[in-house]
């Protein structure tokens, strides 16, 4: 994993025209999909097929119809489920643990169960416990630890084989605020510095803003929504929100004198549109400054990805 | 508490094989688990070691007698010697002190495999521990094939192990290795049925542990097995007048094969011994059913 | 009246303390309650709940002591953690059920059972047995049982917990609009920026101490301890860095690698964001984005623990 990501580098997974059924329920519907390297976040409201995704990616299911490549391998066959798992890490949602053994031993077996020679698997062990920041508590039996532990346990032993793609589902639930700061700044590093595939499944839409490039947004089985999530948020032209302190009433007029397409916002902010006039703020401090204005925040106007989310599934209804 | 991750993630530069055998490990972690805790150990091998002992003096003092009475400076059987002779008259042979040792023991063996078999599966399922397993390169079959070492181990160290020692001692203290000679094919006679027993009892442990969330429960359904079809056996064995009925029971039947390959006295059982084999192999085979359906769920749901 | 009264507060379990040496009065509204792991959230809520009872001191709710007081428990909704639905009911005969047990008539209880339900976007599912219930869908059904009898103070632990967005916006729009209607929230969560969206209000915890209470501004402004941060993206920082530097409380300048973004750390946030308009006019340094970033939860949030 020396190369440094590109955007011409081969995408990790191919899935074209995916189905999958248990019985009557269609999990997948001829699912299409093509997973970039990098950082990636998996959306979708529950029951969407993210679990049956998953255990494609896994090599846990057959495909009854459809073509997909996984990091190189073939899940219609046997022995390319079992190979694709050695380029996949795996950090599930649920709680999960090896009874009976310390921290280091669960990750130094499930490395051997992968592949790693022995001696391999335990300096491996130790590398990954210590990226994710566990100490002598390595040497102490797994249930005991805490949660915030038993979550960095269940990165480190996704890691362990250093795998091209990690999927990571729900890798915040449960933890405190310095808990989930610490783990996303992880993932942030993986995906971005490290540059390994990731596949983040996650409602909680902050945490895939601050770690994830593209997202892929999924609904009854297929891909509702997929792109990069900067494109995805951006708005025509050039609007600016911004805070405004002291005489915001004076500040308005001024707007309105100069020409300024303005909209009053929920928050008590007022959203701009600059484009044509300038391509910055300054010309808006000169107004706030001849206003007795002052200017708290100024941000560019995006959408949220909870818009983009919500428009993604909403489309799909209509078509 | 959290802390600034300051360390840098370091490339696996090491190779990724697709080991065939690569389930051991996991034969090693469950034997590793379970010999963390040493009371259980202690309580658990503890009888069966002490009895060992106490058989493989037996067999030694037997030789001993054998090989002749020790003269003393009086000139006449000392009084230890005949109070060794008087016990020695009441010794049996060495086959036939294996056989009863595992009879003698044969309560302990059970709890060893039940102890150490009942949470193999029950506890991964508890944990979640399927979860990280089958997102490996392990196939249903390596799970299994794991876990049955893992039993077989403890099984075996119960009653193989105790068996050996005692041919052992037996072989070095006959005379010119005479115990050898003569009785050779008890060795691995002893090897299979130990084996045998350990690989039975542990399929049918592992079975039920796949049945259940918690460990106690299935500790509690395993001596429910046990007991119950022990108990019927007897009851309608008595009622009927008929010992086939012992049958019903798979320590019944283990017993009647015990017998059969170690030249036991057959007790109660006079029934054709391929009957016995073949109720043990049903038995068996519906274990591992048993098994490869609820690991082929396991997978599923991880 | 006041939401809550603590005086002196404590409980302890055997050795181990849960809460020690808390006072204080939550006025109605809507409160967050925030701490790390172990702080005494979950000892906090119970109290609170009249689960269980103080150690020492004393805690008033809606002006009553909350422990096993049926007039408490009628005015007061609870949405645990922990998942405790009777997985052979319907949704709606397990709320109806629940309200029956605290007083309601058959029919009261079964008609406030659907409506509760219907507020919380199950109006389909209710009639199904809970067995089949997604994660998201048993979550509401809780946040149903605890609003059904219109409590005038709900009491939430990590209420948007297993929430796929859609349904997370859901519930967050029925609390601000029961908080409108009059109904108090205290809400435990983890999530900051959840908590950010339903209230400026916090109470944070550590150590089973109160830490930390009131609006997140107000808050911030105490932390004197630490400057308030400026985050301005330029075309020409450094230019700006140069102007600026002058202005009220500046305390340190810090430039990005490219010249693009620049960090101001000042002591005096207000005077700061006053004078900075004439200087950027003057400069003209392009500037097209600016931002505090540590004024929010997160970050009062990370002072005071750390």
Same mark, same amino acid.
């Given at each position: ?8 580098a081969?995408a ?15 999990? =997948?519907?001829? &699912?299409? @999909?093509? *997973?970039?390297?990098?950082?990636? #976040?998996?959306?979708g409201?529950? +029951?969407?097929?993210k /679990?049956? =995704?998953?255990? &494609?990616? @896994?090599? *846990?299911?057959?495909?009854?119809? #459809?073509?997909?490549?996984?990091? +190189?391998?073939?899940? /219609?066959?046997a ?25 280091l031993?669960i ?14 698997s335990?300096s ?5 416990l210590?990226?994710?920041?566990i100490?002598e508590?390595?040497y102490?039996?797994a ?14 032993q996704a890691?362990v084989?250093?795998?091209g793609?990690l ?8 933890l405190?605020?310095k ?17 390994k ?7 909680l ?11 892929v947004?999924l ?8 792109g990069?999530i900067?494109?995805?948020t951006?708005?025509?032209g ?20 100069s ?24 010309e ?12 708290r ?6 959408s949220?990805?909870?818009q ?7 489309n799909?209804?209509?078509? | 508490m ?10 696996f530069?090491g ?5 065939t055998?690569?389930?051991l490990a996991?034969?090693r ?9 040493k ?6 091998f503890g009888?069966?070691a ?14 001993a007698?054998?090989?002749?009475v ?15 002779v ?6 049996i042979?060495?086959?036939?002190e294996?056989?009863m040792?595992h ?6 063996t ?9 949470g ?8 979640g521990a399927?979860?990280l ?7 249903r079959?390596?799970y299994l ?10 099984g ?14 037996a072989?070095f ?7 050898l000679?003569?009785?050779?094919s008890l ?15 542990g399929?049918?442990?592992?079975a039920?542990s796949?049945?259940f969330l ?8 395993s001596?429910a097995f ?16 008929d010992?086939?009925?012992l ?36 038995i ?19 | 009246?006041?939401?809550?009264v603590?005086?002196d ?12 040496d808390?006072a204080?009065e ?7 309650l ?5 702080a ?5 809520l ?9 150690s ?6 809606l002006?009553?002591d ?8 009628a ?15 319907t ?26 339900l ?14 089949g219930y ?16 219109a409590?005038?103070?709900l ?12 349904a ?10 029961l ?5 108090s ?6 999530v900051l ?18 830490l930390?209470?009131g ?11 630490h ?5 301005i993206?330029?075309?020409d ?5 140069r102007a600026?530097?002058?202005?009220p409380?500046?305390g340190?300048l810090?430039?990005?690698a ?17 004078a900075?308009?004439?200087?950027a ?8 984005s600016?931002?505090?970033p540590?004024a929010?939860l ?9």
């Open positions: 994993m020396a190369e440094a990501s590109s955007s011409t081969e990790v997974v191919v899935i074209r025209g995916l189905e999958k059924s248990y019985g009557s329920v269609r999990a =997948l519907r001829s &699912l299409s @999909l093509e *997973l970039a390297p990098g950082p990636t #976040g998996l959306l409201p529950n +029951g969407a097929g /679990t049956t =995704l998953i255990k &494609l990616l @896994l090599g *846990l299911l057959r495909p009854d119809a #459809g073509h997909a490549t996984i990091a +190189g391998c073939d899940p /219609t066959t022995s390319g489920r079992l190979a694709l798992r050695r380029s996949v890490g795996y950090m599930p949602e649920n709680e999960c643990s090896i009874p009976g053994l310390t921290g031993e990750v130094s077996t499930l490395g051997q169960l992968t592949g790693l020679t022995r001696a391999d335990l491996r062990a130790h590398e990954v210590d990226y994710v920041g100490d508590a390595r102490r039996l249930d005991e630890w805490s949660a915030g532990m038993k979550q960095r346990l269940k990165l480190a890691l084989h250093d795998p793609l999927l990571l589902d729900e890798p915040t639930s449960g405190d605020p808990g989930r700061r610490h783990m996303l700044d992880l993932i942030h590093d993986l995906g971005h510095v490290q540059h595939s990731l596949l983040l499944c996650s409602h839409l902050p945490d895939i803003e601050r770690t994830c490039r593209d997202v947004v609904k009854e089985g297929a891909v509702a929504l997929a990069g900067a494109e995805l951006r708005t025509d050039i609007r600016v929100r911004v805070e405004v302190g002291g005489d915001r009433a004076r500040f308005e007029q001024a707007l309105a004198a020409g300024y397409a303005c909209t009053p916002e929920v928050n008590g902010r007022i959203a701009i549109r600059l484009d044509g006039r300038a391509s910055d703020a300054d808006l401090f000169a107004l706030a400054a001849d206003s007795g204005a002052s200017l925040s100024i941000e560019e106007v995006r949220s990805l909870e983009v989310f919500v428009a993604g599934v909403a799909e209804e209509r078509t | 959290a802390r600034t991750n300051t360390e840098v993630y370091r490339p530069r190779t990724l094989g697709a080991r055998l690569g389930f996991l034969a972690a469950g034997i590793a688990a379970a010999t963390k805790r009371l259980p150990l202690v309580i658990l009888p069966p002490i009895a060992t002992v106490i058989f493989s003096f037996v067999v030694y003092a037997r030789f007698l054998e090989a002749g020790t003269p003393s400076p009086l000139g006449g059987p000392s009084p230890a010697s005949m109070i060794a008087g016990f020695a008259k009441q010794m042979q060495v086959r036939e294996i056989f040792f009879l003698a023991m044969s309560l302990f059970l709890l060893v495999i039940a102890w150490f078999g009942a193999l599966i029950a506890d991964d399922r508890r944990l399927h979860l397993y089958f997102a490996r390169p392990l196939s079959s390596g094939a794991a876990k049955f070492l893992t039993v077989l181990f403890f075996g160290i119960a009653v193989v192990a105790p068996g050996l020692v005692i041919c052992i001692v072989t203290a006959s005379p010119d290795f005479a115990f000679r003569d009785e050779g060795i691995p006679r002893t090897i299979l049925f130990g084996t045998l027993w350990a690989g039975v009892w399929s049918v442990m592992l039920i796949s049945l918690r460990k106690t429960l299935a500790l509690v359904a001596f046990f007991m119950i079809t022990t108990a019927i056996s007897v009851v309608l064995a008595n009622l009927q007048q010992d086939r009925f049958m019903l029971s798979l320590q019944m039947n283990m017993q009647r094969i015990a017998g059969w390959m170690l030249d036991g006295p057959s007790m109660r059982m006079h029934w054709d011994v391929r009957w016995s084999f073949a109720v043990v192999l049903g068996t085979a519906a274990a591992w059913a048993i098994l490869f359906a609820r690991v082929r769920r396991l997978e599923a749901s991880a | 009246m006041t939401l809550l603590a005086r507060l404590a409980r302890w379990y055997g050795p181990v303390v849960g809460l020690v808390v204080l939550l006025e109605p509204g809507v409160i967050g925030l701490g790390p792991n172990g005494g959230k979950s000892t906090f119970k109290l609170v709940a009249g689960e269980i009872r103080p020492r001191g004393t805690i008033e709710v002006g009553r909350p422990f096993a007081n049926r007039a408490h428990f005015e007061t909704g609870f949405v645990p953690q922990q998942d405790a639905l009777y997985n052979d009911m949704g709606r005969d397990f709320v109806a059920f629940l309200l029956r047990l605290s007083g309601h008539s058959a029919k009261q209880a079964r008609d406030r059972a659907g409506q509760a219907e507020r919380v976007g199950l109006a389909d599912a209710m009639n199904r047995p809970t067995r997604s994660r998201g869908m048993r979550q509401r059904t809780k946040i149903a049982q605890a609003i059904a009898h409590p005038k103070l009491v939430a632990d990590e209420p948007l917990a297993g929430l796929d967005p859609i997370r916006r859901g519930i967050v729009e029925l609390m601000l609009e908080a409108r209607g009059g109904t929230i205290l809400v435990s969560s983890h920026h959840e908590v950010e969206e339903l209230t400026d209000n916090v109470l944070l915890l550590h150590r089973g101490r109160v930390a209470q609006e997140v501004p107000e808050i911030r402004a105490l932390l004197s301890r400057p308030r941060k400026v985050e993206r330029a075309r920082a450094r230019a700006l860095a600026v530097l002058d202005l409380g500046v340190s810090r430039i990005s490219d010249g693009t973004s620049l960090g101001v750390e000042t002591h005096d946030l207000e005077g700061f964001l006053s900075l308009p004439r200087t006019a003057a400069v003209r340094a392009g500037i097209r600016l931002e505090t540590d929010g997160e970050a009062v949030f990370e002072y005071l623990v750390s």
